[in-house]
C-alpha cells in the first residue's frame, strides 16, 4: 500500500517547455488535489478533482492544465513553463477533509 | 476574507523544553481545524481534526487544542524527532464538502538535544 505516489521527484525546465507531472493514489479516494508550496506562501490549492471525470479550478490555476485519468491517477501538465511556476508541488488524496499528500515534485523552471 | 495565521514562524526548544504553537483563524463557520507536520523534503502527514471549541486531541507528545478564534499545538518534552514544520489549515467558507483548505505558512519547529 504505497498510499499516494508522485512521478518525477525533481524536474529542471527552460521557459516555454512543456511536461506533466503524475500522481496516482491506492487509497479508493474519490478526490484528488494538486498543490503548489512557495517560501512564505504556504499551500496554494493549483486545481482539485471532487471524482473520476470532474475537475475544478483552486486558487492559482493559470498556466496549468489537469486530466483525472481514472479514480487513481491524476495528472498536472505545464503547457509553456514559466520561471513564476518554479515550486514544488504536491498531490494530495482526499477523505472527508482529510487529506494524504505525496512526497512532492521540486520543479525548477530557468 | 477567510485567513489562517500561525506563529511563531520558527521556534528552537531544548530537548524536554515544552512549549505550544499558535493557530488563529479568521474564517466565516468554521467546519473544522486541522494539524499536519511535514518533514523537510516530504509531504504534509495529517496528524488531527478538531471540530468544536473545546475539543482537544493526543498523540504521543502533542495535544491539539481549539477555542472560537485559534488552536493551539502543545508539545510536551519534545525529542528531536519531533523537529518539523507543522502546519494548520481550515476549510474555505462556502466549500461545502470539498476539501478546499485554506493553509497557514507553518511553524518551523527544531528541538535539540
Known amino acids: 500500500n504505497a498510499g499516494v505516489t508522485q512521478t518525477p521527484k525533481f524536474q529542471v525546465l527552460k521557459t516555454g517547455q512543456s511536461m506533466t507531472l503524475q500522481c496516482a493514489q491506492d487509497?479508493?479516494?474519490?478526490?484528488m488535489y494538486w498543490y503548489r508550496q512557495d517560501p512564505g506562501m504556504g499551500l496554494r490549492l493549483i486545481y482539485y478533482?471532487?471524482?473520476?471525470?470532474?475537475?475544478d479550478k483552486g486558487e492559482v490555476p493559470n498556466g496549468y492544465n489537469v486530466s483525472r485519468l481514472n479514480k487513481r491517477e491524476f495528472s498536472l501538465r505545464l503547457e509553456s513553463a514559466a520561471p513564476s511556476q518554479t515550486s514544488v508541488y504536491f498531490c494530495?488524496?482526499?477523505?472527508?477533509?482529510?487529506?494524504?499528500f505525496g512526497p512532492g515534485t521540486r520543479l525548477t523552471v530557468t | 476574507e477567510d485567513q489562517v495565521t500561525q506563529s511563531p514562524e520558527a521556534l528552537r526548544l531544548q530537548e524536554g523544553e515544552s512549549s505550544s504553537l499558535n493557530c488563529s483563524y479568521t474564517?466565516?463557520?468554521?467546519?473544522?481545524l486541522f494539524w499536519y507536520r511535514q518533514d523537510p523534503g516530504k509531504g504534509p502527514e495529517f496528524l488531527f481534526t478538531?471540530?468544536?471549541a473545546g475539543e482537544e486531541k493526543e498523540k504521543e507528545r502533542l495535544k491539539a487544542t481549539l477555542t472560537k478564534k485559534e488552536s493551539f499545538l502543545h508539545i510536551t518534552a519534545p525529542k528531536p524527532e519531533d523537529s518539523a514544520t507543522y502546519l494548520c489549515?481550515?476549510?474555505?467558507f462556502g466549500s461545502g464538502n470539498t476539501g478546499k483548505l485554506i493553509f497557514g505558512q507553518g511553524t518551523t519547529l527544531q528541538v535539540k538535544p
Open positions: 494530495a488524496s482526499v477523505r472527508g477533509r482529510e487529506q494524504y
Open positions: 487509497m479508493n479516494h474519490n478526490s
Open positions: 478533482s471532487a471524482s473520476e471525470g470532474t475537475t
Open positions: 474564517v466565516s463557520g468554521l467546519r473544522g
Open positions: 478538531l471540530y468544536s
Open positions: 489549515a481550515a476549510p474555505r
